[in-house]
């Protein structure tokens, strides 16, 4: 039995094929698209193109079908390519189009923007930008909370205004607002309360937290009627002073009506405001006018020997004077009230005096501190000293006559007296009061 299929592709090796057109090995690789190419080193994208063009024509050449194949091929791409521009054609043209809503119409074009929008948008914007704001703040500081920063406000503000400082602030608010609209009024030493409240309102943290003051005997202090308190005087800058009348505003809930020198009232700024909380000339006249109208007056007979005296005599009185003040109290027939300051000597130590420099300025003294002029500002920052002021039994003038008030030798009697009281209770209050700042 002859096998046809060995006369197959008989010019060639057994089971190869020949290139020719008869040949199946080289029909079935027109059929596949072509000889493929051989493989070998990666030549340029350029050259294997055409090279891979050259191949498929020869290719086609030798088999129609190869050609027709081809030839269906390259349609159905250009049909494909075609399809795709006419879709993005499309495409365009919808999107530039206006689109048609599902009832066939189409959507309503741009409109003008009311002026309701606009405040819509305005908002929305303006809500938008605290948005952010808030969130920068939040950033900056991280792991703070708002809330936690507003508790740490209040809590600083209780421990240095008190726990009542919504109510202080809300009194100074309140008389601020009455001055701005006139409401107030001035007696005729040019005393203003309102003054003198917010005065007393702003001086409470200094003497409380700062000084850390303890006042004793306030009730010694005269509910009603005239009196004249009279206290040793230091410090270097008469804070004592305005502490004294903040200690009888608190804790009797009169106004102290201080005596000042004449220097004092001579100072721009300085005399206009002693004026306004109460203070007047320290003379004898003035002085019975106040005692003898009901107020609380208030005297420092040191004077300026007593705030300039250097740091190395403090707390030793110096001379009380010629007796004036007894003079007055026993004209107006009011008692004298002794008044013992313990603390206002170490806020300023004195340590020198440019005495010629004074004399130049027309002040009694150039001091001369630890901080000061050395820290510059800095050093006008009052130490903080622990305050003691005590109020002593009220020594009775109505005991005797007011013409009694000519007679020098009484007078000399009655200042000793007054002057040795707050001597001792100097000494006493030094000895329970331990270390001046701890």
Known sequence: MNDDRRTIGTNGPAGRGTRAAGSP????????????????????????TASGATKKSAAGAANPRSTTATKKATAASRATAGTKATSSRSSAKARTRP????????????????????????????????????????????????????????????RVLGTDWEQRLATVLSALRQRLAGDYAVDEFGF??????????????????????????????????????????????????????????????????????????????????????????A?????????????????????????????????????????GFVSSAM?????????SIVGA?????????????????GVPYLPITPFFPLLGPLGMVPLPSKWIIEFGEPI???AYEPEQADDPML?????????ETIQQTLYALLVDRGNAFF
Not at 316 to 321: S, Y
Request: aromatic share 6%; with cysteine.
């Open 345 to 361: 000597e170490e806020i300023y130590p004195l340590i020198g005096n440019v005495a010629s420099l004074a004399r130049l300025l």
């Open 192 to 281: 203003d309360p309102q003054i003198t409240e917010i005065l007393t309102s702003a001086v409470e943290p200094l003497a409380e937290s700062w000084f850390r003051l303890e006042v004793r005997g306030a009730e010694n202090i005269p509910t009603e009627g005239g009196a004249l308190l009279v206290a040793n005087h230091s410090g270097t800058v008469p804070i004592d002073g305005v502490m004294t009348g903040y200690a009888v505003k608190k804790y009797s809930g009169r106004d102290l009506r201080p005596l000042g020198a004449d220097l004092v009232f001579a100072l721009p700024f300085v005399g206009q405001m002693a004026r306004k909380v109460g203070a007047t000339l």
């Open 283 to 323: 003379c004898t006249q003035d002085a019975e006018r106040l005692l003898s109208s009901g107020e609380v007056a208030g005297v420092w007979p040191e004077g300026f020997k007593g705030i300039g005296k250097p740091f190395t005599e403090r707390y030793k009185l110096q001379r009380f004077g010629r007796g």
């Open 396 to 398: 009775r003038t109505d």
């Open 25 to 48: 090995s080289s029909a079935s690789r027109s059929l596949a698209g072509g000889s493929a190419p051989r493989r070998g080193p990666a030549k340029k994208k350029s050259s294997t």
């Open 99 to 158: 689109t048609e809503s599902k009832t066939g119409g189409e959507e309503p074009r741009l409109r003008a923007v009311t002026e309701d929008d606009a405040a819509a948008a305005a908002a929305a914007a303006a809500e938008q930008a605290a948005r952010e704001t808030r969130t920068a703040g939040a950033a900056s500081m991280p792991g703070i909370a708002m809330e936690d920063l507003a508790q740490a406000f209040v809590g600083a503000a209780q």
């Open 331 to 339: 004209r107006a027939q009011v008692p004298i009230v002794p008044v």
């Open 411 to 419: 007078l000399f009697n009655v200042t000793d007296q007054v002057r």
